[in-house]
């Protein structure tokens, strides 16, 4: 371990969470419940949305109004996405929320096979992908939950669903739900994958659970992985992230989400324990463009 984190007993916010927190997490619930009411009433047109070069169509509702408006939001997803993806091969959206990788990605792989459980996301999701007639036959969507065995299982969220926060480690949340449980293996073969080249996983804590079972998968098949990590969601922070280092080991070489090659000790610090953050696991060099 690089630097010593014998002193990190418990990194969980949900356990301790300061007033600031709360307070931004209503501020965001109150937001969600003004904005679905006025939803209900209000007739909104879809728009276009432009992502460095590519162009889709989303719902015009006033939940995600302004989320579609950050356009620095997953700048260097899409920068990932660009490099690793291809036409020649599918790819995995583990986490799909309501589009914003997948409508990028699809107009550059293959096939897309989207996952999202959260019901409201889901939605918002399925009518984002309807929307673009140009490419929506390339887009699989499934409101299923990868888990480390296939069949039912709770699933929650934070606040009031639909948002970024929902995943296997709310499900004792108020807001919560059952949904259709799979294993990553038993998904790819319902569905005859066997093109996928890129995985991209962001599922709010879940990886602990999820990416110990895709171990054989990954060695096997080597698909580029763009993992979020969450290590202030585990419920262990150093252990559980000890265990995502020893399948990351198979790899090569791991990159942050900017291009810079890390080392996935590195991993272990107490800085990278504390936050949420991405890295990209391949075989290949990746040799980013500045600027």
């Known amino acids: 371990m690089n630097q010593?984190?014998?002193?990190?007993?418990?990194?969980?916010?949900?356990?301790?969470?300061?007033?600031?927190?709360?307070?931004?997490?209503?501020?965001?619930?109150?937001?969600?419940?003004?904005?679905?009411?006025?939803?209900?009433?209000?007739?909104?047109k879809p728009h276009e949305v432009e992502r460095y070069g590519r162009t889709f169509l989303v719902s015009g509702n006033l939940e995600y109004f302004f989320f579609w408006r950050y356009k620095s939001w997953e700048r260097n997803t899409y920068r990932i996405f660009d490099t690793f993806i291809d036409k020649h091969h599918s790819y995995i959206d583990i986490g799909a929320f309501i589009g914003s990788?997948?409508?990028?990605?699809?107009?550059?792989?293959?096939?897309?096979?989207?996952?999202?459980?959260?019901?409201?996301?889901?939605?918002?999701?399925?009518?984002?992908?309807?929307?673009?007639?140009?490419?929506?036959?390339?887009?699989?969507?499934?409101?299923?939950?990868?888990?480390?065995f296939t069949g039912e299982?709770?699933?929650?969220?934070?606040?009031?669903?639909g948002d970024t926060m929902s995943g296997l480690r709310f499900a004792d949340s108020k807001t919560s739900w059952t949904v259709d449980g799979i294993t990553f293996d038993d998904f790819i073969k319902d569905h005859h994958i066997t093109d996928c080249n890129f995985v991209k996983m962001d599922i709010e804590g879940g990886e602990v659970t999820v990416l110990p079972t895709m171990k054989q998968y990954l060695q096997d098949h080597k698909p580029v992985l763009y993992l979020s990590m969450h290590p202030p969601f585990f419920e262990h922070?150093?252990?559980?992230?000890?265990?995502?280092?020893?399948?990351?080991?198979?790899?090569?070489?791991?990159?942050?989400?900017?291009?810079?090659?890390?080392?996935?000790?590195?991993?272990?610090?107490?800085?990278k324990?504390?936050?949420?953050?991405?890295?990209?696991?391949?075989?290949?060099?990746?040799?980013?463009?500045?600027?």
């Open 153 to 161: 299982v709770r699933f929650g969220n934070m606040g009031c669903g």
């Open 4 to 44: 010593s984190t014998n002193n990190i007993e418990d990194l969980n916010p949900m356990i301790k969470k300061n007033m600031l927190q709360k307070v931004g997490l209503s501020i965001i619930n109150l937001h969600v419940i003004i904005s679905r009411k006025l939803d209900q009433y209000l007739t909104w």
């Open 237 to 271: 922070a150093i252990e559980d992230t000890k265990k995502i280092v020893a399948i990351l080991d198979i790899y090569k070489n791991i990159y942050d989400d900017d291009g810079s090659k890390i080392d996935v000790q590195d991993m272990l610090s107490v800085n």
């Open 273 to 291: 324990l504390k936050k949420f953050y991405a890295i990209v696991a391949t075989d290949n060099d990746w040799k980013v463009e500045k600027d």
């Open 101 to 148: 990788t997948v409508l990028y990605g699809a107009q550059i792989s293959k096939k897309t096979y989207a996952l999202e459980p959260d019901p409201i996301a889901f939605r918002a999701l399925k009518k984002n992908v309807e929307l673009n007639t140009d490419f929506k036959e390339r887009i699989e969507i499934y409101r299923q939950c990868i888990n480390d």
